[in-house]
């Protein structure tokens, strides 16, 4: 399987060209299972590898823009207890 860092890191340079890193992770992504992109994050989350904190942080983006304010606030309550 490939990791989070993988998908960053080594699909970063295209040709020379520097690309989106957000659409190249995504892109990436979106013909993976939910399985397979639980597995990236989890497996990122013990690594606990720097690297793969943009990754993480893409990830979250993409969902959070995606979310109600109800679930915002409810994943702001897992976070506070996250952190906390």
């Known amino acids: 399987m490939t990791n989070i860092v993988d998908l960053i890191w080594n ?11 957000r659409k190249i992770i995504l892109d990436n992504l979106k ?11 989890q ?3 013990d690594a606990k590898e720097e690297n793969a904190i943009p990754g993480l ?3 979250f983006e993409a969902a959070w823009e995606k979310m109600n304010d109800n679930e ?4 702001m309550d897992y976070i506070m207890r996250g952190i906390s």
């Open 72 to 75: 915002k606030n409810n994943v």
């Open 57 to 59: 942080g893409i990830i």
């Open 43 to 45: 497996e990122a989350v």
């Open 11 to 21: 699909n970063k340079y295209e040709g020379g060209i520097e690309m989106d890193i």
């Open 31 to 41: 013909s993976r299972s939910r399985d397979d992109i639980k597995g990236f994050i």
